[in-house]
C-alpha cells in the first residue's frame, strides 16, 4: 500500500524492494501483508465499524436506517460516531455489484477513528490522496491488488472534518445463517475504507 511521504531515501528503495522480492517470489501475497498490519493496526482497540456492516447484513431494516442516518443507526448500537472534538456527521455508502465505493480525505487525514480503528499511515499520505482522486481504479490495482472491472462505477468520497464516510462492503457468499459475531470478524478497516473487498 501507499506510505510514501516525500523524497524517496536508501531505506525506502530497499524497504519497496525487499516487499517486491517476496512477492514476486511467492513467500507472501501483498493481500498477507495487508491483513497483517491491520491486525498490529487493531491490537489496541476494537473499531465498531464491523459492528454496524455486520448488522446491516443481517438486518436490512437496520441497513436501510444506516445508509440513510448512519450517526442515528450507530447510536442505536451504543456507537458514538460523532469526532469527540466538534460534530460529524458519520456517512455510510453501499457497495453493490455495479457500484465501488473509495474513501479518502484530501485535505488532510479526516478518519472516522471510532468506527474504523487507526487509520493506517497510507491513508495520510499526499500520493494516496492524490491518486485516490485523479486515478483511483490505478491505485486500487497497483498499490492494493483490487481491480475494479471497468462496467462498475468507482465513486470517490472525501471527508472533511464535518462528514466522515464508511464503505459498507458486499457480504460475502456462503455466508448465509451466519450470526452477526462471526460476520463482523469478516469485516476490516480496508473494506470499510473500499481499497479491498
Known sequence: AIDEEGPETPARRLADALVAALVDRGVVTRDELRTTVEKLDSLSREPAGPR?????????????????????????????????TAPTVLTVVENTADIHNLLVCTLCSCYPLSVLGLSPPWYKSRVFRARAVRRPRELLRDEFGLAIPDHVALRVHDSTADLRYLVLPRRPAGTEGWSEERLAKLVTRDTMIGVAE
Not at 440513510?68 to 456507537?79: F, N, R, V
Request: no cysteine.
Open 52 to 84: 454496524l456492516v455486520a448488522r446491516a447484513w443481517v438486518d436490512d431494516g437496520f441497513r436501510r436506517r444506516l445508509l440513510t442516518d448512519a450517526t442515528s443507526a450507530a447510536a442505536e448500537l451504543g456507537i458514538v460516531a460523532a469526532n469527540s
